[in-house]
């Protein structure tokens, strides 16, 4: 999924109403400002109110979904013809800010802002996207991405996601 793509995505749902915030790979890359890896997909959080809008816009784009038995009604892949996915995350949450529903996005963790090829987008803020990115066994890719958060935003690094130095993380665009 190239910058591109991400960004033409957001903009089309952006024209046509359609709020989504960018989570995941994506969003570290929003939040530097720059893109710094290759990503095999563009992880999006939606609310439940702009679900039935939203499948319906990415289906104009070509998108259906991809049915693999991992999917749920709040957590379910997006494909299309020309190999590129969309992880979509919903969730719903009160007036007072609490989850009812889908993927417990924490109160204000949806409040970041990144660019990505010159757009400005919605995303993860940057503290909980490093939260978010420490929680689990990093992959080789987690690696490169707390590091970076670390360096623009002064977020210690966790024993669990250091590496020695001159450790070069896959996928790296050259």
Same mark, same amino acid.
């Given at each position: 999924? #190239?910058? @591109?793509?991400?960004?033409?995505?957001?903009?089309?749902?952006?024209?046509?109403?359609?709020?989504?915030?960018?989570?995941?790979?994506?969003?570290?890359?929003?939040?530097?400002? %720059?893109? $710094?890896?290759?990503?095999?997909?563009?992880?999006?959080?939606? *609310?439940?109110?702009?679900?039935?809008?939203?499948? @319906? !816009?990415?289906?104009?784009?070509?998108? $259906? =979904? %991809?049915?693999?038995?991992?999917?749920?009604?709040? &957590? +379910?892949?997006?494909?299309?013809? %020309?190999? !590129?996915?969309? #992880?979509?995350?919903?969730?719903?949450?009160? @007036?007072?800010?609490? &989850?009812? +529903? *889908?993927?417990?996005?924490? !109160?204000?963790?949806?409040?970041?802002? *990144?660019?990505? &090829?010159? %757009? $400005?987008?919605?995303? /993860?803020?940057?503290?909980?996207?490093?939260?978010? =990115?420490?929680?689990?066994?990093?992959?080789?890719?987690?690696? =490169?991405? /707390?590091?970076?958060?670390?360096?623009?935003?002064?977020?210690?690094?966790?024993? $669990?996601?250091?590496?020695?130095? *001159? !450790?070069?993380?896959?996928?790296?665009?050259?």
């Amino acid at each position: 999924m #190239d910058a @591109e793509t991400v960004s033409g995505i957001y903009g089309y749902l952006a024209d046509r109403g359609v709020k989504i915030w960018i989570d995941g790979g994506w969003c570290v890359d929003a939040l530097l400002g %720059r893109q $710094t890896r290759r990503h095999p997909d563009l992880d999006v959080a939606l *609310g439940r109110e702009d679900e039935e809008r939203f499948v @319906e !816009h990415m289906a104009g784009l070509g998108y $259906t =979904k %991809r049915h693999d038995g991992d999917d749920t009604a709040w &957590n +379910y892949v997006l494909t299309d013809d %020309r190999g !590129h996915s969309v #992880d979509v995350h919903v969730f719903e949450c009160d @007036e007072s800010g609490r &989850n009812v +529903y *889908g993927i417990a996005y924490p !109160h204000g963790s949806l409040t970041g802002a *990144g660019t990505i &090829n010159g %757009r $400005t987008v919605a995303c /993860v803020a940057p503290e909980w996207m490093f939260a978010f =990115k420490t929680a689990y066994v990093p992959a080789d890719k987690d690696f =490169k991405d /707390v590091h970076a958060l670390s360096e623009a935003f002064g977020f210690e690094i966790p024993p $669990t996601h250091r590496r020695s130095p *001159g !450790h070069e993380a896959q996928g790296e665009l050259t």
